[in-house]
């Protein structure tokens, strides 16, 4: 199995979860996810998502020129992705323990 398939959907939660920590832009949350072990992933990787989470309702944009050049995409969390980012997480946390189960033969309550 390719890991890019797994990451898929984990990714949109922890961009969504950096988002809702506060107003940020792209090259920020690409360098959060990359000092928090997601090494490697460029623009072509994050955007997509983003566009997505806007698409859905879930983050808006707001656009605004950069001291250091072009004008930037600041995003933040909408009153929707806070609900959703809250499901996702009680979510994940379900998956990951069944999960953590079956591969490592651990028997813990949910």
């Known amino acids: 199995m390719e890991e890019s398939q797994l990451l898929r959907g984990v990714l949109e939660g922890c961009v969504l979860a950096i988002i809702q920590r506060g107003e940020t832009y792209g090259y920020e ?38 001291p250091y050049g072009p ?18 997480r009680d979510s994940y946390r379900r998956i990951s323990v069944s999960a953590d189960n079956i591969l490592n033969g651990k028997v813990e309550e949910q």
């Open 71 to 88: 004008i930037r995409k600041y995003f933040s969390v909408t009153e929707a992705g806070s609900g959703y980012l809250a499901a996702f």
């Open 29 to 66: 949350i690409l360098t959060e996810l990359s000092e928090s072990g997601f090494e490697g992933l460029m623009e072509g990787t994050l955007y997509p998502i983003l566009t997505r989470l806007e698409k859905k309702g879930l983050i808006s944009c707001r656009k605004e020129k950069s």
